[in-house]
């Protein structure tokens, strides 16, 4: 498990910028967190404490029980290993073949030659490269490169994968390959994963969790579903936008939220026949997120015959619709 309380960098340069400021979070082994934020957010920041590269000013990191910013030299190093990075640019080095680069970390850690020639071709094989091991970056392509960083930051068999942007220079098919790739060695191996990005699309295809992060802080986190469930997150509206509704149509403007078996039951037809309002929908998106088919629809309604608003949104909430004014 990694646990992050109140860690805080501040950087003087000489005018203070606080880059992350107060984030706290907790993960589940096995957990696919997504950090989602602009530019300047402090999302690089906050992974480059997480794995190390920098002190955070305050602050724990605690891996595995273990608070990381407590060990000494030699139990840091050891920690490290702990956490594996997968870069934006892959960051090989150009004179090594995949194979060499992947052994790279293994050679720092001493394991033996024999040892690491067996784990470097189970990692080639994991990342769809198994006849590719002799081919320098350059012979690759941006994605094939991805590939052998992933394979890199798995070597030392890390509980946590962080990556830092890691398909922001990728095109969208391929984008959506290496994405199902950490997908699927999240689910064969368990490891954690912690991604940032700036691309919404990173967090709804394989994140379990999120949070946004803006001006150092998070402004929001939870579970996938907890999120789109909410019809007043921000989140939620730019992982499924309702869109930017016309405010003159007539009618009471609502936003439903709803989860999967709700996600295909014919509810707004049944609302309008039960109650005989009429709904007009203003926009929406339904997707499949985290394993769950979500929908968050804005909508119009015009009550009439004595039906009060109350009593359609009493409505929606008894067929399990969560339902918030727009
Ligand atoms: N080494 C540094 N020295 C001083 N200020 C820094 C340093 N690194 C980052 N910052 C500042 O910290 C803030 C957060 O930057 P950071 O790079 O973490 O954001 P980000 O969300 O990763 O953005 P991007 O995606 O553009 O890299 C910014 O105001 C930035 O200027």
Redesign the pocket.
């Known amino acids: 498990m990694i646990a992050v309380d109140s860690l805080r960098k501040v950087?003087r340069?000489p005018r203070e910028?606080v880059?992350v400021d107060d984030v706290s979070f907790a993960l589940e082994d096995g957990e696919i967190f997504g950090i989602l934020?602009r530019?300047?957010?402090?999302?690089?920041?906050l992974l480059r404490c997480l794995n190390l590269l920098e002190r955070p000013t305050s602050g724990t990191i605690t891996v595995d029980g273990v608070d990381l910013l407590s060990l000494g030299e030699a139990d840091l190093r050891a920690a490290r290993r702990r956490i594996g990075t997968v870069f934006q640019h892959g960051n090989l080095l150009s004179s090594r073949t995949a194979a060499e680069n992947i052994a790279f970390g293994l050679e720092i850690a001493g394991i033996p030659a024999r040892r690491r020639a067996e784990r470097v071709a189970e990692l080639l094989d994991l990342v769809g490269l198994g006849d590719r091991g002799d081919s320098h970056p350059s012979q690759l392509s941006g994605g094939q490169q991805q590939r052998v960083g992933i394979a890199r930051a798995l070597a030392t068999d890390p509980a946590v994968l962080l990556c830092d942007?890691a398909t922001s220079a990728l095109d969208p098919a391929t984008t959506e390959q290496i994405l199902d790739l950490v997908a699927d060695i999240n689910a064969r191996t368990g490891v954690t994963v912690v991604l940032i990005t700036?691309e919404a699309e990173v967090v709804r295809r394989i994140c379990h969790s999120a949070a946004l992060m803006e001006a150092g802080r998070f402004v929001e986190s939870g579970t996938m579903l907890r999120l789109v469930g909410d019809p007043e997150s921000r989140l939620a509206e730019i992982l499924l936008p309702t869109g930017n509704p016309d405010r003159t149509i007539p009618g009471r403007h609502l936003t439903l939220a709803f989860a999967d078996e709700r996600a295909v039951d014919p509810i707004l037809s049944r609302l309008t026949r039960d109650l005989g309002v009429e709904i007009s929908i203003l926009g929406g998106t339904l997707e499949r997120v985290a394993g769950h088919q979500v929908g968050r629809l804005r909508v119009a309604h015009d009550s009439r015959d004595g039906v009060t608003d109350d009593d359609v949104v009493d409505y929606l909430r008894a067929a399990g619709v969560t339902v918030t004014a727009a």
């Open positions: 950087y340069t910028i880059a934020g530019s300047g957010a402090g999302k690089s920041t942007e700036h």
